[in-house]
């Protein structure tokens, strides 16, 4: 089992970078794929990014293709997003994820952990 626990939400301007990270408990961490959803209001809960075990493969929505990059340090058992041009329309309480399997998965019901969720709001 992985606990999993965001941190770096804010509030930011239009343009502006944001760093959100993910600190995951136990000494499996290197055992799970990885993976960044979103939720606005109103909205479901939706794909951002995912990384392999290893962190040698990564995917991407293609609404934040380009502007974010998802990496993993699986000594320090943490998961990160580097947000860049950020619009408002990415306004959401971001979530990690941990999925036991060894493909990435754009479901979240592939997911099996899940952290608590970190905001971001982007103004205009």
């Known amino acids: 089992q992985v606990q999993l626990v965001e941190s770096g939400g804010a509030w930011v301007q239009a343009g502006g970078s944001l760093r959100l990270s993910c600190a995951a408990s136990?000494?499996?961490?290197?055992?799970?794929?990885m993976g960044w959803f979103r939720q606005a209001p109103g909205k479901e809960r939706e794909f951002v990014a995912a990384i392999s075990r290893s962190g040698a493969r990564s995917y991407y929505a293609d609404s934040v293709n380009g502007r974010f990059t998802i990496s993993r340090d699986n000594d320090k058992n943490t998961a990160n997003l580097q947000m860049n041009s950020l619009k408002p329309e990415d306004t959401a309480l971001y979530y990690c994820?941990?999925?036991?399997?060894?493909?990435?998965?754009?479901?979240?019901?592939?997911?099996?952990?899940w952290g608590q969720g970190t905001q971001v709001t982007v103004s205009s």
């Open positions: 994820a941990a999925d036991s399997s060894a493909i990435l998965h754009i479901a979240a019901r592939r997911y099996d952990y």
């Open positions: 136990g000494r499996t961490f290197g055992t799970y794929c």
